[in-house]
């Protein structure tokens, strides 16, 4: 009875399924290309994780990656909405896959051993149905870490699990700090009061980008039997906006309802909203946008049916409320073919910018058709219209007109405009039921297309199912044809199968990222399978390349220097191989040393051991790098010298000396050093040197030049030295003589202008006799009529002393010879003193004395008796002075006395 329930579950949500045989072992996907043939496509690996007893993993699985631990390893999940938790029923789980370099895969039930993480849905409640959907959300509470989405439109909830570093298993009915739930209080009311009017809040989950541009992702809620005014399940998409608050949303409380962004409701007639999903920036605006799929939906009128129709609604910073049927400046609807019945928008996906505009691209998938569609970016909000087989505007707008006519060409003959194009999958498979987009794989920069077909059975294994990953066209348009497209790849692609009958796989697919690190892209593909056995699965293929035939590249020189150009010999590669270069100084690569050849003109180089890393590159192999032997460091160049030459090798005190020092290599840097027997002299570092130390004389001079430049090896040269460097020579004037140059006064030497800095000595010579060193010179009497000599001599800092002298005659000195005065009492009998104060000093006297006049007779003494023969008479006297050397002053006479009394 259980299973017999669970199918029916499966067949009103999951349009179907078929009851499988046994699981078949585990395994490798598709075998890599044989080494002796050139590969058509990837390497492809299967890691494969098997549903737990009566589970049903593989029905949903997240279309991005995600990296919920932090380990920089893409990570994806994939739900499993039947899983038991004994003793309750479908109570649901979604797992994990945790990505790794070596991934293993197993049971879904082994845990860390498998390199999956359980998410359980609550415990102790029956039919759950938790991992109805799944996404990965992208980061939506700003921690760094990417979080994820399980749905479950049973019971109208969405549960959020935050990524941690430490990613471990929680149960969704006690979250606490993990998460948090978002509900829908209304709708869980309407289908306790009425579960025949039934609400599916939850029935789909999807990260999308910052569509209201807050700085958090956003993600949305498809509740795809929500009722319009004026017709029933319509759908309606809820964009809940990120946050970093775990509290629970409830979507119809005021503070809950304030976490949705945005509402898409679908056609008023016909068509449900079922799903939505990210489309980055279809609009070029610098805000993420959405779509939403509608795969019944009938908008050509009430026939064709099933034609189905996706909705792009752009993002805004403010809160938008949009119906499908009126988008207006909102964003464009996408049309199915009007052929009817191709359910376009059954499945919907981000493909990234496929034809480089700017703008991202959408694939649209239309399983009933077995087709897909590349809808191009754009900020029109023209409809795009949709006919599969056309050879060109396959995928298109009208110009100049907003509705084709009844045949879907467009009205007024205006021209249809390429908005992308279709791909035709095999028929009868739902090729387009589940679509991702998947990074470059084939090497062209332009993103893949993933499309899963899950009835597909082309390995002779019934409806076991395939995934196609067909490669996108920058320049596509018109109609393309992926049936051709096999597991060993071809020119458009290449396939995955399932592995057994009834697998079904390709029921969900998705972008599992870099999931093993080797730095391409990998695939998620779940098969559905059946309840009664574990044949659904999800299974992560890896992709990988063929290796390359390499060999170690060998560098010309293993003891390069400086200024040499090096080359690299690759060796031998596998034919057709792009070979890169990338050379290395210690082990780091050099900026821009990307050639065959490198040219060591860089400095830093010197020292330095270089070595080359070649890559090889050929598409549907692995990359391959190879690194030469390091050299030897590299050794600096030599320079060109020169002995430098100093321009006067006899040199004197006070020259100043200028060194040459000739012809270096250009640009070299070139710093002197003057030497002094050898010795640097402190701070004589220029080109000239003045000898201003008297200390050098005698000793030599020479100068060292040193020369630098980058990359060369320093180098030094010296001069030869001079001879010994010599005094300088002084010169001064010839000196005169100040004074009268008579005996008793004095002379003085006169140097005249001598050199700034000269000191002065100074002698007197009488002959060979030296009188005096002073400066000045008081002539004695024995010098009279002699000549003397004076001689200057001047002394400098580094110069020869040198003398000059003048002679001249001394004369006879005058002597000071004031009148004498008499002294005593003029009366007969006393005596009278002549005095001869004043005199020069040394001089002799002779004296007359006289009366009116009249010589007295012997009176010739200094002192006079006076007589009566003096009575009545004046008395004088006359004073005759002598001394050597001075001419005599004779008879210079007294003042008279007073009459001689009696």
């Given at each position: 009875?259980?299973?017999?329930?669970?199918?029916?579950?499966?067949?009103?949500?999951?349009?179907?399924?078929?009851?499988?045989?046994?699981?078949?072992?585990?395994?490798?996907?598709?075998?890599?290309?044989?080494?002796?043939?050139?590969?058509?496509?990837?390497?492809?690996?299967?890691?494969?994780?098997t549903s737990e007893s009566g589970g049903n993993l593989g029905y949903a699985s997240s279309r991005t990656s995600c990296d919920v631990n932090g380990d920089e390893y893409a990570d994806t999940v994939s739900g499993d909405w039947f899983w038991d938790k004994s003793p309750n029923s479908?109570?649901?789980?979604?797992?994990?896959?945790?990505?790794?370099?070596?991934?293993?895969?197993?049971?879904?039930?082994?845990?860390?051993?498998?390199?999956?993480?359980?998410?359980?849905?609550?415990?102790?409640?029956?039919?759950?149905?938790?991992?109805?959907?799944?996404?990965?959300?992208?980061?939506?509470?700003?921690?760094?870490?990417?979080?994820?989405?399980?749905?479950?439109?049973?019971?109208?909830?969405?549960?959020?699990?935050?990524?941690?570093?430490?990613?471990?298993?929680?149960?969704?009915?006690?979250?606490?700090?993990?998460?948090?739930?978002?509900?829908?209080?209304?709708?869980?009311?309407?289908?306790?009061?009425?579960?025949?009017?039934?609400?599916?809040?939850?029935?789909?989950?999807?990260?999308?980008?910052?569509?209201?541009?807050?700085?958090?992702?956003?993600?949305?809620?498809?509740?795809?039997?929500?009722?319009?005014?004026?017709?029933?399940?319509?759908?309606?998409?809820?964009?809940?906006?990120?946050?970093?608050?775990?509290?629970?949303?409830?979507?119809?409380?005021?503070?809950?309802?304030?976490?949705?962004?945005?509402?898409?409701?679908?056609?008023?007639?016909?068509?449900?909203?079922?799903?939505?999903?990210?489309?980055?920036?279809?609009?070029?605006?610098?805000?993420?946008?959405?779509?939403?799929?509608?795969?019944?939906?009938?908008?050509?009128?009430?026939?064709?049916?099933?034609?189905?129709?996706?909705?792009?609604?752009?993002?805004?910073?403010?809160?938008?409320?949009?119906?499908?049927?009126?988008?207006?400046?909102?964003?464009?609807?996408?049309?199915?073919?009007?052929?009817?019945?191709?359910?376009?928008?059954?499945?919907?996906?981000?493909?990234?910018?496929?034809?480089?505009?700017?703008?991202?691209?959408?694939?649209?998938?239309?399983?009933?058709?077995?087709?897909?569609?590349?809808?191009?970016?754009?900020?029109?909000?023209?409809?795009?219209?949709?006919?599969?087989?056309?050879?060109?505007?396959?995928?298109?707008?009208?110009?100049?007109?907003?509705?084709?006519?009844?045949?879907?060409?467009?009205?007024?003959?205006?021209?249809?405009?390429?908005?992308?194009?279709?791909?035709?999958?095999?028929?009868?498979?739902?090729?387009?039921?589940?679509?991702?987009?998947?990074?470059?794989?084939?090497?062209?920069?332009?993103?893949?297309?993933?499309?899963?077909?899950?009835?597909?059975?082309?390995?002779?294994?019934?409806?076991?199912?395939?995934?196609?990953?067909?490669?996108?066209?920058?320049?596509?348009?018109?109609?393309?044809?992926?049936?051709?497209i096999t597991p060993q790849g071809t020119a458009d692609g290449f396939r995955v199968d399932g592995y057994a009958a009834n697998a079904k796989l390709g029921r969900s697919v998705g972008s599992a990222g870099d999931f093993d690190g080797n730095g391409r892209p990998d695939l998620l593909?779940?098969?559905?399978?059946?309840?009664?056995?574990?044949?659904?699965?999800?299974?992560?293929?890896?992709?990988?390349?063929?290796?390359?035939?390499?060999?170690?590249?060998?560098?010309?020189?293993?003891?390069?220097?400086?200024?040499?150009?090096?080359?690299?010999?690759?060796?031998?590669?596998?034919?057709?191989?792009?070979?890169?270069?990338?050379?290395?100084?210690?082990?780091?690569?050099?900026?821009?040393?990307?050639?065959?050849?490198?040219?060591?003109?860089?400095?830093?180089?010197?020292?330095?051991?270089?070595?080359?890393?070649?890559?090889?590159?050929?598409?549907?192999?692995?990359?391959?790098?190879?690194?030469?032997?390091?050299?030897?460091?590299?050794?600096?160049?030599?320079?060109?010298?020169?002995?430098?030459?100093?321009?006067?090798?006899?040199?004197?005190?006070?020259?100043?000396?200028?060194?040459?020092?000739?012809?270096?290599?250009?640009?070299?840097?070139?710093?002197?050093?003057?030497?002094?027997?050898?010795?640097?002299?402190?701070?004589?570092?220029?080109?000239?040197?003045?000898?201003?130390?008297?200390?050098?004389?005698?000793?030599?001079?020479?100068?060292?030049?040193?020369?630098?430049?980058?990359?060369?090896?320093?180098?030094?040269?010296?001069?030869?030295?001079?001879?010994?460097?010599?005094?300088?020579?002084?010169?001064?004037?010839?000196?005169?003589?100040?004074?009268?140059?008579?005996?008793?006064?004095?002379?003085?030497?006169?140097?005249?202008?001598?050199?700034?800095?000269?000191?002065?000595?100074?002698?007197?010579?009488?002959?060979?006799?030296?009188?005096?060193?002073?400066?000045?010179?008081?002539?004695?009497?024995?010098?009279?009529?002699?000549?003397?000599?004076?001689?200057?001599?001047?002394?400098?800092?580094?110069?020869?002393?040198?003398?000059?002298?003048?002679?001249?005659?001394?004369?006879?000195?005058?002597?000071?010879?004031?009148?004498?005065?008499?002294?005593?009492?003029?009366?007969?009998?006393?005596?009278?003193?002549?005095?001869?104060?004043?005199?020069?000093?040394?001089t002799r006297f002779t004296y007359q004395w006289f009366a009116d006049g009249v010589k007295i007779k012997g009176a010739t003494g200094r002192k006079l008796t006076l007589t009566s023969a003096q009575a009545r008479k004046r008395v004088v006297v006359k004073v005759t002075g002598r001394?050597?050397?001075?001419?005599?002053?004779?008879?210079?006479?007294?003042?008279?006395?007073?009459?001689?009394?009696?």
């Amino acid at each position: 009875m259980k299973q017999s329930a669970k199918a029916a579950l499966v067949a009103v949500a999951a349009l179907g399924v078929t009851t499988l045989g046994p699981l078949g072992p585990l395994g490798a996907g598709p075998a890599s290309a044989d080494p002796e043939v050139a590969p058509t496509g990837p390497v492809v690996t299967e890691t494969r994780w098997t549903s737990e007893s009566g589970g049903n993993l593989g029905y949903a699985s997240s279309r991005t990656s995600c990296d919920v631990n932090g380990d920089e390893y893409a990570d994806t999940v994939s739900g499993d909405w039947f899983w038991d938790k004994s003793p309750n029923s479908n109570v649901g789980a979604a797992y994990v896959l945790l990505g790794k370099a070596d991934p293993a895969g197993g049971p879904a039930g082994s845990g860390a051993d498998a390199g999956i993480v359980r998410i359980d849905g609550p415990t102790g409640a029956n039919n759950t149905f938790a991992g109805m959907s799944v996404s990965c959300l992208g980061d939506i509470n700003g921690d760094g870490l990417d979080d994820i989405a399980i749905g479950s439109n049973r019971v109208q909830k969405v549960w959020v699990v935050l990524g941690a570093e430490d990613f471990t298993s929680v149960d969704l009915g006690s979250l606490g700090t993990r998460g948090f739930l978002v509900t829908s209080s209304v709708a869980a009311a309407q289908n306790t009061a009425n579960p025949v009017v039934s609400r599916n809040f939850g029935y789909w989950v999807s990260g999308l980008g910052d569509v209201n541009h807050d700085g958090f992702n956003d993600f949305a809620v498809t509740d795809n039997l929500y009722d319009g005014p004026s017709a029933d399940n319509i759908g309606r998409v809820y964009v809940i906006s990120g946050s970093d608050s775990v509290a629970d949303v409830d979507i119809d409380t005021p503070t809950g309802g304030t976490r949705v962004v945005a509402t898409i409701d679908g056609f008023d007639t016909g068509g449900q909203i079922l799903s939505a999903e990210d489309a980055g920036d279809v609009n070029g605006d610098g805000i993420d946008d959405f779509a939403a799929g509608s795969y019944t939906a009938t908008p050509w009128g009430p026939s064709p049916t099933a034609v189905g129709a996706a909705f792009v609604v752009f993002g805004s910073a403010q809160p938008l409320t949009v119906r499908a049927s009126a988008l207006g400046e909102h964003g464009f609807t996408i049309r199915g073919p009007i052929r009817g019945g191709d359910r376009l928008g059954v499945s919907i996906a981000k493909l990234g910018d496929v034809n480089g505009d700017g703008k991202d691209d959408l694939l649209l998938g239309a399983d009933n058709g077995s087709g897909a569609a590349v809808v191009l970016g754009s900020a029109s909000t023209g409809t795009v219209y949709t006919r599969p087989g056309a050879a060109d505007a396959a995928v298109y707008a009208c110009a100049g007109s907003t509705s084709p006519a009844g045949d879907g060409a467009c009205a007024d003959a205006a021209a249809p405009v390429e908005r992308g194009y279709w791909v035709n999958g095999p028929a009868g498979t739902n090729f387009g039921w589940a679509t991702a987009g998947v990074p470059d794989i084939d090497g062209d920069a332009v993103p893949e297309l993933l499309i899963g077909a899950y009835n597909a059975d082309f390995n002779a294994l019934t409806n076991s199912g395939s995934a196609y990953v067909v490669y996108g066209k920058a320049q596509g348009h018109g109609t393309y044809d992926a049936t051709a497209i096999t597991p060993q790849g071809t020119a458009d692609g290449f396939r995955v199968d399932g592995y057994a009958a009834n697998a079904k796989l390709g029921r969900s697919v998705g972008s599992a990222g870099d999931f093993d690190g080797n730095g391409r892209p990998d695939l998620l593909v779940g098969a559905q399978g059946a309840t009664s056995n574990p044949l659904s699965y999800a299974s992560v293929f890896l992709l990988g390349g063929a290796e390359l035939a390499t060999s170690t590249p060998t560098i010309d020189d293993p003891t390069p220097t400086y200024g040499q150009t090096l080359s690299v010999a690759a060796g031998t590669w596998t034919d057709g191989a792009a070979l890169g270069y990338q050379w290395k100084q210690d082990g780091t690569a050099i900026p821009g040393a990307t050639g065959t050849t490198l040219t060591l003109t860089d400095p830093d180089l010197v020292g330095a051991r270089i070595s080359v890393e070649v890559t090889g590159t050929k598409t549907w192999y692995d990359d391959a790098v190879v690194e030469s032997a390091a050299t030897a460091a590299v050794a600096g160049a030599t320079l060109a010298t020169s002995v430098p030459v100093v321009d006067d090798t006899t040199p004197s005190f006070g020259q100043t000396l200028t060194a040459d020092p000739g012809t270096w290599t250009a640009g070299a840097d070139l710093a002197f050093q003057w030497l002094v027997d050898g010795a640097a002299v402190t701070g004589r570092t220029t080109s000239t040197f003045t000898v201003d130390d008297a200390a050098w004389i005698g000793h030599r001079v020479a100068v060292r030049v040193s020369g630098s430049l980058p990359g060369y090896d320093d180098a030094a040269e010296t001069s030869e030295p001079t001879t010994a460097v010599a005094a300088a020579s002084l010169t001064g004037p010839a000196p005169t003589v100040g004074g009268s140059k008579k005996v008793g006064t004095t002379v003085s030497a006169v140097p005249g202008a001598w050199p700034a800095g000269t000191s002065l000595t100074y002698a007197w010579y009488d002959g060979a006799t030296r009188l005096s060193t002073a400066p000045s010179y008081r002539l004695p009497a024995a010098t009279y009529h002699r000549t003397l000599t004076l001689k200057v001599t001047g002394t400098k800092v580094g110069h020869a002393p040198v003398t000059t002298t003048t002679t001249f005659t001394v004369a006879a000195g005058t002597l000071t010879s004031p009148a004498p005065a008499i002294t005593g009492t003029a009366r007969v009998g006393r005596k009278l003193t002549a005095t001869t104060k004043g005199w020069t000093p040394g001089t002799r006297f002779t004296y007359q004395w006289f009366a009116d006049g009249v010589k007295i007779k012997g009176a010739t003494g200094r002192k006079l008796t006076l007589t009566s023969a003096q009575a009545r008479k004046r008395v004088v006297v006359k004073v005759t002075g002598r001394l050597t050397g001075y001419v005599t002053v004779t008879a210079k006479a007294s003042a008279r006395t007073k009459r001689v009394a009696r």
